[in-house]
């Protein structure tokens, strides 16, 4: 059976973009993969985190990922930072790496002009994402559009790697959701759905209850035309509901527009509500069951103890390949 991993970072409160761009498929593929999916509490630490609440974020994750439908009898699931040999990886692999390809990382780019005093993990974390995959020989990344180039900067590294050492490293590939890959603001449609947007006017959170989920469904910023049609250069208010309506109903895009042909705005908006809290219900009822139960730690000892084992064995053969330690007979 092939690998796969992909981990989120606790840094926000997951939203339904998160749901549907990265939880959602996971959901799909542990049925089909050898899966494993980590809480990234290293990757969130690039920025500083206080560290009661980003515990307390890292444990509703978890929760949450039950609570969505993630099985441990089907995927590993842990925390990156309990396994030191992600940070062991990721050294080596550092010196494996150029500056000018971190240089063109879009996310750094973007980040380095709104903020001057950026810690070096942010900028170098490309090189732990790529050490996340590779240390399970995971050849396949399941990521949202936004992600991508890190797999590529993953590619790349790999490449580099088994060319001066030999094959030691598996090539990963991305996988990234026909639909909904990239959920928009509901306030800003031309901007990503964040976990970390103040009052989260524009973002539907996986916690947020009934009413608020209808109110903000209900405001958000469509245009004048009242035609239920996908086209995300002149519409993409509307367009980005039709996107959620489509991903959380298994329907095409087509058939969306089919559906809702002769509908009006208010009438869509409130169908799009009914789905949405349809969807969101059983999760957060399974996750108030869980988020205070011995689940969650029974659940991360049994993956933790798992990946280290994996992680160890992959490490010591990296090490050995670039030359690292004693020469043993």
């Not at 509703?60 to 039950?66: C, D, P, Q």
């Not at 009898?73 to 150029?98: D, G, R, V």
Request: proline share 3%; with cysteine; glycine share 6%.
């Amino acid at each position: 059976m092939k690998k796969l991993v992909s981990g989120i970072k606790p840094t926000g409160e997951l939203t339904l973009g998160s749901y549907i761009g990265a939880v959602k498929q996971y959901i799909e593929l542990q049925k089909e993969y050898d899966s494993y999916f980590f809480v990234a509490d290293l990757h969130a630490i690039t920025k500083y985190q206080d560290p009661k609440e980003l515990r307390e974020k890292t444990k509703k994750i978890v929760a949450l990922y039950l609570a969505c439908g993630l099985d441990p009898k089907q995927a590993t699931i842990y925390l990156q930072s309990e396994n030191p040999y992600h940070s062991h990886l990721s050294w080596i692999l550092s010196c494996n790496t150029y500056l000018g390809e971190l240089n063109r990382m879009t996310q750094y780019k973007d980040q380095k002009i709104k903020d001057s005093n950026l810690s070096v993990g942010f900028y170098t974390y490309p090189v732990l994402m790529a050490a996340d995959i590779v240390i399970y020989d995971a050849e396949y990344v399941p990521v949202g559009e936004d992600q991508v180039q890190h797999v590529e900067l993953a590619r790349d590294i790999v490449q580099r790697f088994n060319k001066r050492y030999g094959n030691k490293l598996i090539m990963p590939e991305s996988i990234v959701p026909k639909i909904g890959a990239r959920i928009k603001d509901l306030q800003e449609p031309t901007k990503k759905m964040s976990k970390s947007d103040g009052e989260c006017k524009g973002s539907i959170l996986l916690l947020d209850d009934e009413k608020i989920v209808r109110k903000k469904v209900m405001s958000a910023i469509t245009d004048s035309d009242n035609l239920v049609k996908y086209d995300v250069k002149n519409k993409p208010g509307i367009s980005n509901l039709i996107t959620i309506y489509s991903s959380l109903s298994n329907l095409s895009i087509k058939e969306v527009e089919t559906e809702f042909i002769d509908k009006n705005y208010g009438e869509f908006k409130t169908a799009v509500a009914d789905k949405i809290v349809e969807v969101l219900k059983p999760i957060q009822d399974k996750y108030y069951e869980y988020i205070n139960s011995d689940m969650i730690d029974e659940v991360l000892d049994q993956g933790i103890k798992k990946v280290t084992v994996i992680a160890q064995k992959k490490c010591e053969l990296i090490a050995k390949a670039v030359g690292l330690g004693r020469q043993k007979c």
